[in-house]
């Protein structure tokens, strides 16, 4: 028996995909999440998972960090990330950070089926058209995704806030902790991602936006 958890917040898409997959696979389980919280805490109460279908834009997951940290926390899961985007940049990084496969929400339930069961025999996977064109990411994008994976949850959500150019008692109200705890979130960020001020910090955060896709469902 499979089991399956579809991580995305639109719950039409969720129920398409299901009834796909359903319909490929006999005696198959589905679990479904809307959040990336929701979906951490289904990966911890779940042992047995086959394989996580994830979407990047799902409220929590703050684009690439939700794949990081599950990759990091959950290094023998199969993650295909399914997403309404086609963008060769995104794909690549995607890909590299862990990543077995990338199904773009266009693609047929035979095109689904075709690309879980070669996640599931461990190999990955892409669309034909494009996988000659997605490009391997650089060393220094495959160092940032480790640095990045030894943020803490709250800590990813304060640099998220750097990012936004929240000041540090902006962050303690946002987050309802102290302005203490905000600094010593900061000084942990900077030492985890190497780096020396704000401004760098929010460079590094940056570079895990996916705004190719932003507008995508």
């Known amino acids: 028996m499979n089991q399956f958890l579809i991580a995305d917040d639109h719950p039409l898409f969720r129920a398409a995909l299901k009834g796909a997959l359903q319909n490929q696979f006999d005696s198959l389980t589905v679990f479904e999440a809307d959040t990336f919280d929701s979906t951490l805490s289904i990966l911890s109460q779940q042992d047995d998972l086959d394989l996580l279908l994830l979407d990047l834009h799902m409220p929590g997951s703050g684009d690439l960090y939700g794949l990081i940290r599950v990759r990091e926390d959950y290094p023998s ?9 086609e963008d060769l940049s995104v794909i690549s990084k995607v890909m590299a950070y862990g990543a077995m496969g990338f199904i773009p929400k266009s693609s047929s339930p035979q095109e689904i089926s075709q690309a879980i069961d070669s996640v599931l025999e461990g190999d990955n996977w892409l669309p034909e058209n494009i996988k000659d064109q997605v490009a391997n990411t650089e060393h220094e994008d495959k160092e940032l995704a ?8 709250q800590q990813f959500k304060v640099l998220q806030y750097l990012h936004e150019g929240l000041l540090n008692k902006q962050i303690a109200f946002e987050l309802h902790i102290s302005e ?12 985890k991602l190497g780096v020396y001020n704000r401004t760098q910090a929010v460079l590094i955060a940056s570079k895990l936006q996916l705004e190719p896709i932003e507008s995508q469902a």
């Open 77 to 85: 899961l199969p993650i295909v990330v399914v997403s309404g985007s």
């Open 146 to 153: 480790q640095q990045v994976a030894s943020l803490t949850p």
């Open 180 to 191: 203490a705890t905000v600094k010593a979130h900061i000084t942990a960020i900077f030492r």
